[in-house]
């Protein structure tokens, strides 16, 4: 009796060690991996929570940082206007046949432009400087164009070096101011 009783001692030791390793192990780790699911699913639940009690306050800088970009960008000359009365100059020298070999306003003059708050009442002038080559009654023509036009606000100075027969390309500088913003391309 005593070998039997040990015989089922030992097999229910097999089988307390078999359910224990077959079946307790498996379900336990099962139960530890959902919980650690769980734990990460509350964290990504409490982040959530967090960045959306937050997006107020993103949206609003957001809104401020645009408004604060759309100052900045007021503040900086009509790069466009420029560009768009560089174009116009050259048309109408190039109608007149009359070369435009240099256009340039002065350094200085972009940056104040750029330093400035504009106004938007106020205008924005600009001194442009014209090196060109031609003819003398083509280069009166383009004056007399440029000087209808809409951006035209002024001769500071004209200079002419050449011959006085008019033989060949007489070298021109024209000086004037330019009104930023109301030169409009012709579509």
Known sequence: MKARLISYAVAASALAGLWFFLLFTPLHKERASIAVQTEEARQQLDDFKRIMSELPRILKMQKSLEAQRSTLNSRLYAKEDILRLFRQLYQQAESKNVAITEISPPIEELLYLNSI????????????????????????????????????????????????TGDGDIQFLLNFNALLGCSKEKA
């Open 117 to 164: 708050i504009p106004d938007s009442n106020q205008a924005q002038f600009l001194n442009i400087t014209l090196k060109l080559e031609g003819g003398y009654i083509d280069f009166g023509r383009l004056v007399s164009v440029v000087e209808q036009s809409d951006y035209f606000r002024g001769i500071n100075g004209c200079r002419i070096s050449g011959a006085k």
